[in-house]
C-alpha cells in the first residue's frame, strides 16, 4: 500500500528551509516598507465567530469560508477569509477614540476554500496595511506610493498599477436601470473585456444613447491620462463623474509623488467590486497573469461595525510575488550558518568555548556532532553553504591550534585557539553581525 | 532582439484562419509544415507558439504567452482567468447533444432523467444537463467521441460539428445544441497592463484586419452563453 503520510488537504502548502527564508525576506522587507511610513503591526486572531467575520466579507468569499463548530456553545466559527474586517472591528470597538489617522500594519495567513491555482492556495499569506480615518485622496495615493516602494523592494521590475473607481461603472448601471442579475452579467462580461458579448447585452439592454456608448466603450477606457478626458464626455451622471474627479485628483497626486508614469487609469476593471466604495488598484507584474497586490477606499467598511469613519488599505499576495521574484530571476541570498566547528578531540571544549564566543558575536555557528572523516564533515558544511569550517584536534593542526577553512574562496589557515577567542572580528573580517 | 510579445496558436480547425488573420497584419515567415513549435517574427518582434488548443488557455493564464487564439467553447469549459477582447469571427462550430438515429427515433429528450454521455468537454455537458435536472454520468474521451455510441460506451455524446458531416458519416443525430463557438483572441492579464501599449496596437490592427476580412460564420449564427449556475 502507498504510504499517506505525503498527503496534503487541497490548498494546503509546506515552505521548506529555503522556501520558508525567501518567504520570511519577502515579509520582511514588506513590513520595513510599512514601519519606513509609519505604520504598526497589529495582530488578530485566526479564527472568530463567523457571523461577525461574514460582517464585512463580500459574498462570495463568505461563501468559501472555512467553518469549524465551537465546542461550548455550538456556535458557528470561521479562520478568517480577509483580514480587513477584523481591523475594521478592532478599530471600530477599540481604537475609535485614538487620534486618527490611524496606520496599522499585518503580515498574515488567511483561509478561502478556493479553487488552487496561479500560486495561490487555500491557506495563503497577506501582507499589508489600513490607513483609517482620511477621506482625501491623498490616503489612496500613499498606500499606492508604498504598492510601488514594496514592489521596488522586492526586486521586481515592469510592473503597472492599474487604477480605477467603482463609481463611474455604477453609475452608469443606475442611468442604464439595470436588474441586479443583467448588473452581474455585465460586471462579468467587463471582467473578461469581451467586446463582443457586451455588444449583446447592451445591444439587449437598450439604454440611452450616451449610456449605450459609454458601456461599450468601458474595455477600451484605459491608459495613461488621456482615459480621463475620454470618460469625461461619458460621465453625465453625478456618480459617474464624481468617480472621474476622485480619479483625477488622485492622479494628479501620483504625478506630483512622481510614480503617474507606473499607474494606469482603467475604468473597465470592475473585479472584486463589493467591497470598495471609492479608487481601488491592483499591481501588476510582466509574465503573471494575476495582481500580486491591491488595495483601495472602503469607506463603508468601519461603518459595518458601527462606526462611521473613511479609510483605505492595500495587501500584498506573498505567495504570488514569491513566485513573480521566481519568474523575474530576483535572486535571494540564502546564506548557511557563518562557522562550522568539528572537533575531534574527546572532550569538545575547545568547540563549546569558540562556539559560544562566535555566536556572543551575532554569528550563527553550527557544531558537527557525527563523527565521520573530515572530509564527509566538509562535504556536509558545503551543502550547508557554511562559510568557515573551524577544525580542531585534527592531524593538519597541532595542540591549541585550529585548522580554519573559507568555502567562499577555499582558503586554509592555521591559527591559535586564544588569538580567535581574543579578537575573533579580526580575524574573521566580514562576517555577518560580527 | 527581444520578442516584444508571444502569441499562442492553436493547431488544428483554428490555425489556417489564425494563420491568415496574422498575415493580413504583416506577420511573415511560418513554415506551416515545418514541424517547429515556435516561430519568430523578426520585423514585429513576435513569438509564435504552436499549441494544442485546449493547452492554450493556461499558456496565457500563467503569462507564458501573452495572447492566445482559442476557441469559445474550450473558454467555456475552461474559465480561465483572462481577457477576451475579441471575438475573431472564424472557426464557427456548435457544441450539440447527439445520438444514433435508432436511438434519436424513439427518444423523447422531454423524459431523459438520466444520462451516460461521452464527451470532451465534461464541465459544459454536466452544466447543460444539471441545468435541467437531468443526471448525467461523464465519459470523458480525449478524440473520436462519434465512436462511443457505437460501441456502446455511452448512448449519447456531446460534441463540436461544424458541417455535421462526421455525425451523419457515424449515425448520429443531433438532438440539442449547448453553445456556439468562435475562434477569440485571449490576453494574459498581467500582459494588457505591462505591455499596454503594443498589445493596444495589436488588439486595434486585429479589429482593423477583422472589419475588412469576409464574415466567415453564417449570418445569425450570434453566439449564445450557456445559461451558467451563478457561482458564489
Known sequence: MKSRHPQLPKGARIYLPDEAERKRHVEAALLDVFRRWGYREIVTPTFEYSDVLATGTDEDVQGNMFTLVERETGRMLALRPDITPQIARVVATRLRDEPKPIRLAYVTNVFRYDEPRVSHYREFYQAGVELVGLDKPEAEVEVIAMTIEGLRALGLERFQIDLGHPDFFRGLLEEAKTDPAQGRELRATLARKDGSTLERLVADLAPPAHVRDALLALPTLFGRESVLERAAGFARNERSSKALANLAEAYRLLKIYGLAESVLLDLGEVRGFDYYSGTYFEAYVAGFGAAIAGGGRYDDMLGRFGYDCAAVGFAFDVGRALSVMETQGVAVTLPGPDFFIIDFTPDKTVALSLARRLRDLGASVARDIISRELEESVAYARAQRVRHVLVVGHARAGAGEVLAMDLTDESERVLAVGEILEHPECVFRGVRHA | ?232
Open chain 2, 1 to 232: 532582439m527581444k520578442e516584444r510579445l508571444t502569441i499562442a496558436l492553436p493547431k488544428g480547425r483554428l490555425l489556417d484562419g489564425a494563420l491568415e488573420l496574422l498575415h493580413a497584419l504583416g506577420v511573415e515567415g511560418i513554415d506551416q509544415d515545418s514541424r517547429r513549435l515556435i516561430f519568430t517574427d523578426a520585423r514585429r518582434g513576435l513569438r509564435l507558439l504552436f499549441l494544442k488548443p485546449v493547452d492554450i488557455p493556461a499558456y496565457v493564464l500563467y503569462g507564458a504567452a501573452d495572447l492566445g487564439i482559442v476557441g469559445k467553447d474550450i473558454l467555456l469549459e475552461q474559465e480561465p482567468d483572462v481577457y477576451e477582447p475579441l471575438d475573431l469571427g472564424f472557426g464557427f462550430c456548435r457544441l450539440v447533444v447527439a445520438e444514433p438515429r435508432e436511438l434519436w427515433e424513439r427518444d423523447d429528450p422531454a423524459k431523459w432523467s438520466w444520462v451516460r454521455v461521452a464527451t470532451k468537454y465534461p464541465r459544459l455537458a454536466e452544466q447543460y444537463f444539471t441545468d435541467r435536472g437531468i443526471q448525467v454520468e461523464i465519459v470523458r474521451l480525449d478524440g473520436s467521441i462519434e465512436l462511443a455510441p457505437l460501441v456502446g460506451l455511452a448512448e449519447r455524446i456531446v460534441d463540436l460539428v461544424q458541417s455535421g458531416e462526421t455525425l451523419r458519416a457515424n449515425g448520429l443525430v443531433e438532438v440539442a445544441e449547448i453553445t456556439r463557438s468562435t475562434a477569440r483572441l485571449i490576453v494574459n492579464r498581467a500582459s494588457m497592463k505591462t505591455e499596454h501599449a503594443a498589445v493596444s496596437e495589436l488588439i486595434d490592427e486585429l479589429k482593423t484586419a477583422l472589419r475588412s476580412a469576409p464574415v466567415r460564420h453564417p449570418a445569425g449564427a450570434r453566439v449564445q452563453p450557456v445559461p451558467r449556475v451563478q457561482r458564489s
